[in-house]
């Protein structure tokens, strides 16, 4: 397996004009790879070069290549809104030599700095997670086939993100700030706490889960606040909120660690999550098949691993073609 580090490494001697000839090779047998690599390669030259970086690559010196970065950054015309895909710069853990000085989320909204009303939106991709740190140090994880857009520099009164799909969020404490989420349904007003929020366009309600601390949500026409292990559901038919108490939170939270939990849902009420946790199409061939139920855990691993714990069951069978799955209930 290719060491990403070492990798980095390598893209910083050649560009520095110190790679050797085996190096050279190397990295061009990298970048024939795939375009993803391509891409990665491009992004970390435009850093170095917006840096101006000169000198012994070994000897690198990040903090004064940071700052001259930063300059040259600030001083370009600020664009009125950025959208920027980070599920490239996440799976492969790029540009490991510049993080540890510059905040990712810095990274992601530094080219509209000095714009009070500029927005960076990050997406995403369906089969993807992301994780992400705001410009107050708050973390967000994002599921796949979601986005959030926020306010680069949070310069209003207000710590205001904009959400479409799930994340997980833990929010630094800031009593002077309070941290809103607004979705299209629902708007959740916290001070500092932990919990997840799910409100894909498609579906038909929006939850919340608090794990800890506490969130006020409201709607046009409710407010209601959670404590701990509480789950709030907004039905986007007759826009009402009920309040449910969880002895488990798992299964709304561990996606972010990689692990799909569920307790005893229907294939019905999974299909969607698969779908966005794999990239997939699920489709059923009898409605007998939505119904059947099921209690596990699934690493995030593949495709074929996770429908071959359904299909083990007797209760369905399942046929995989492409990124197409068929699943029928079996007469048991």
Known sequence: MV?????????????????????????????????????????????????GTLGNADHYDLEGAIMKF????????????????INQYLKYAALAFLLVALPFSYYLGIRNAGADDSLTTISCAFGDRSSIVLPDSSKVWLNGGSKISFNSGFRNNERRVILEGEAFFAVSKDKHHPFVVKTKDIQVKVLGTSFNLKAYPEEGVVSATLVEGSLLVSSEDQE??????????????????????????????????????????????????????????????????????????????????????????????????????EIKSENN
């Open 70 to 85: 930063r300059k040259q950054i600030q001083g370009r015309k600020p664009q009125p809104k950025a959208r920027i895909r």
């Open 3 to 51: 060491d990403q580090t070492d990798i980095n490494v390598l893209i910083v001697r050649l560009i520095s004009g110190e790679g050797s000839a085996e190096e050279k090779e190397r990295i061009a047998e990298w970048l024939g790879q795939s375009a993803e690599n391509r891409k990665l390669y491009a992004d970390i030259k435009e850093i170095w070069l917006s840096a």
């Open 224 to 325: 209601i606040r959670l404590k701990p292990d509480e789950k709030l559901v907004f039905d986007r038919g007759n826009n009402q909120m009920t309040l449910e108490s969880l002895t488990d939170t798992s299964p709304e939270t561990e996606w972010k660690d990689g692990r799909f939990v569920f307790r005893n849902e229907s294939l019905g009420e999974l299909a969607p999550k698969l779908s966005r946790w794999f990239d997939v199409d699920i489709v059923f061939v009898d409605e007998q098949a939505k119904e059947r139920r099921f209690t596990g855990v699934l690493e995030r691993e593949n495709i074929l691993e996770a429908i071959s714990y359904f299909d083990r069951s007797t209760l369905v069978s399942c046929k995989i073609n492409g990124s197409r799955i």
